[in-house]
C-alpha cells in the first residue's frame, strides 16, 4: 500500500507520545510538533533585483499554515528491534505517518511473500 500523507487539516490529530514512520528509518515517539506558518521569505524569492513569488507556493498568504516541524525519537528500527533513542530528530509532518497502520501493512505484504516463496520452493 502506498501512503499519500495525511491532510494538513489532520495534522492536530498527532500528538507527543504517538508512534510513527517519518523520514528516517525505523518507528518514532513524538516528542513534540511545532507549528509552521508561511512569512514573505518563504512566498517570494529575489532574482535580479526583483521580488519574484515563489510558483511552488501558488494561492497561499503570509500567515498561512504549511506542514509542522515534527521532533521524535527513534523507539524501534526498521525490523522492530526496540531502541532507546536518545538523539531528538525532525521531518516535516507529510512524512509521517501512524507506525500501527503501516506495520499491519508490511505484516500482510510479509503473509503474502511468504505464501509465494513457500508455493515456489515446492516447484523446486
Known amino acids: ?9 489532520s495534522w492536530q490529530l498527532m500528538k507527543a507520545g504517538d508512534i510513527v ?15 509552521r506558518i ?14 519574484v513569488r515563489n510558483p511552488s507556493y501558488k494561492g497561499k498568504s503570509i500567515g498561512d499554515d504549511y506542514d509542522p516541524i515534527v521532533y521524535y525519537k527513534q523507539v524501534a528500527d526498521a525490523r522492530g528491534n526496540q531502541k532507546n533513542g536518545k538523539r531528538t530528530y525532525e521531518c516535516c509532518f507529510s512524512y509521517c505517518k501512524p507506525a500501527k497502520e503501516y506495520i499491519l501493512d508490511q505484516i500482510k505484504l510479509l503473509e503474502e511473500t511468504k505464501r509465494k516463496l513457500e508455493a515456489f520452493l515446492g516447484t523446486l
Open 1 to 9: 500500500m502506498k501512503y499519500t500523507g495525511i491532510k494538513i487539516s
Open 21 to 35: 514512520t517519518g523520514y528516517h528509518k525505523g518507528y518514532w515517539k513524538v516528542e513534540g510538533i511545532e507549528r
Open 38 to 51: 508561511f512569512e514573505e521569505c518563504d512566498l517570494f524569492y529575489h532574482n535580479n533585483g526583483s521580488l
